[in-house]
């Protein structure tokens, strides 16, 4: 139960987050998501080896952090708690290719070692643009830009229903095991039947929630459409943040730019 | 416009196993008037707001909102003329933010946008929960959610205001703030509760029912006083109404709680 509450909390103070005032969060949802969009596809798009070409986009989830106000800490432990599955896709890439592949002065790094570095860096720049999105976009705002960017309206409303009752069925999942605590004393944690029967319980809450919304949203005349209006419009702001992410993006898509900057500095000082 | 505002006629419905929920029911209310709808638990009162929404349709009877039957053809029109208020804001409360749920049923009527702006500001002030209109469902107090659920069906401006359990789960004072509104309303309106005392401050009337039946259909200072169908309906009267237990005139409480 300490559990749900747990996450119930952290995707409360995200929200919270994500709804202050700040020059990230004033910019236009769209701008972010297809900005997100753009970088986490250039972020995939490098090689197997191109850990240290990787390097310069960490600029774009610092600016954004920078521009949101976002605390470091909340986004570090969520990256942190999600490494272990990038780790897990790469775990065997040491093992499999020892080959040198580079040298960091008298340090020789073997290919799989750089494999496994370049996916835990790939899995961490998209985490952490996604992340800031959310951080400093309310989700439910992100979901109509979808919907203004193309998204069949019909996944937009599930989208932004299921993230509405996902507050409402982790209260009623955590008084569920809270319930289930209180009369086993001696084993609060339920065991696997126990919990299928909780599981199959709260199906059960949600099929009869679900026809109270419906009759609820039928008796103020929904025929189909889910309205959200939202009227923003691109500004000055808007126009700045995606001139400096794609001159980012092409820059570092382009050249190798750790490269040029090593070649630079070597022609000053050698 | 007919006399009665919403009618209805011998109305039978039965759960879809079979068991009688409503047997028989008839009343008819008029412009402007507030009416309680009291019963013990599983006298059918919710069933009934359901059948004058057209959430549900009746076995047999009818039931008229305006000048119209409840229908599957007219509920366009009937939920026009009609706003429920159901029992849990949560149900009702499905959109991403306070504003887009109370324009939700404006949107819906095909509104302009500058209509539809005016509606939200005004239902909201309504209910004095203006400054809730950027926050998002999930981050309102339980007194804060029932406000904008009535709001969000203001916004629709119905000529009559059904409400299931309004004062459930509020703490007092919230309480107090909701009997203040619903006795400002100049709506018909219809209340389903167990909150006797807050019949008695809002409602001018009072119908009850038992076992989908009605059991006793007048005003609200009559019903409510009258202890042998009180407690043949599983009621008491409304605590405001019974003696003092600390001044000595405790009788009546003890009465009615040995039936």
């Known amino acids: 139960m300490a559990r749900i509450e747990a996450a119930r909390a952290g995707l409360g103070r995200l929200d919270a987050l994500a709804r202050r005032d700040s020059p990230a969060s004033r910019l236009d949802p769209r701008t972010k998501v297809l900005a997100t969009f753009a970088f986490v596809a250039v972020v995939a798009s490098f090689g197997r080896l191109d850990l240290l070409r990787l390097a310069p986009l960490a600029l774009y989830p610092l600016a954004l952090a920078a521009l949101g106000d976002v605390p470091a800490r909340p986004l570090l432990v969520r990256l942190a708690l999600a490494s272990p599955f990038a780790l897990g896709v790469a775990a065997f890439e040491p093992i499999l290719d020892r080959a040198p592949a580079m040298a960091l002065g008298s340090v020789v790094v073997s290919g799989g070692a750089l494999a496994l570095l370049t996916v835990l860096a790939k899995f961490l720049l998209s985490l952490s643009g996604a992340l800031l999105l959310v951080s400093t976009t309310p989700f439910d705002e992100v979901c109509v830009a979808l919907g203004r960017l193309g998204l069949p309206r019909a996944l937009v409303s599930q989208l932004l229903l299921t993230y509405r009752y996902l507050f409402v069925l982790a209260e009623e999942a955590g008084r569920l095991v809270r319930a289930h605590a209180l009369r086993s004393p001696e084993r609060p944690r339920p065991s696997a039947g126990e919990g299928a029967r909780l599981v199959g319980n709260l199906l059960v809450r949600s099929i009869g929630r679900a026809e109270r919304i419906h009759a609820a949203m039928r008796c103020r005349g929904f025929e189909g459409t889910f309205p959200v209006r939202r009227s923003t419009s691109p500004g000055a702001g808007d126009l700045a943040f995606v001139a400096a992410t794609v001159l980012l993006l092409v820059c570092a898509r382009r050249w190798d730019l750790p490269a040029l900057a090593g070649r630079a500095l070597f022609g000053v000082f050698g | ?259």
């Open chain 2, 1 to 259: 416009m007919s006399h009665h505002i919403v009618a209805v006629e011998d109305l039978r419905y039965l759960y879809p196993d079979g068991t009688p929920a409503l047997d028989g029911v008839t009343f008819s209310i008029h412009h402007g008037e507030a009416v309680g709808l009291v019963g013990a638990n599983g006298a059918g009162k919710s069933t009934l707001l359901l059948q004058l929404a057209g959430v549900l349709l009746p076995t047999s009877g009818q039931a008229r909102v305006g000048d119209l039957p409840v229908t599957a053809k007219t509920l366009p029109h009937v939920r026009r003329a009609l706003g429920l208020v159901f029992q849990d804001p949560d149900d009702q409360l499905f959109m991403p933010t306070v504003e887009d749920d109370v324009a939700f049923g404006p949107s819906n009527l095909g509104l302009a946008p500058e209509e539809i702006e005016k509606h939200v500001v005004a239902a909201l002030e309504r209910v004095g929960a203006a400054h809730l209109r950027k926050r998002p469902p999930h981050r309102l107090s339980g007194g804060e959610k029932r406000g904008v659920a009535i709001a969000a069906v203001l916004a629709m401006s119905p000529d009559v205001l059904v409400m299931d359990e309004p004062s459930s789960n509020l703490d007092p004072a919230a309480r107090r703030l909701l009997i203040a509104q619903l006795r400002a309303f100049e709506h018909t309106r219809i209340v389903a509760t167990h909150d006797l005392d807050l019949v008695l401050d809002v409602c001018g009337r009072t119908i009850v029912l038992a076992q989908g039946k009605v059991a006793a259909d007048g005003p609200t200072a009559e019903v409510l006083t009258d202890d042998a169908l009180l407690a043949r309906c599983r009621l008491e009267r409304p605590l405001r109404l019974q003696g003092c237990p600390r001044c000595g005139e405790g009788e009546q409480v003890r009465d009615v709680r040995a039936t």
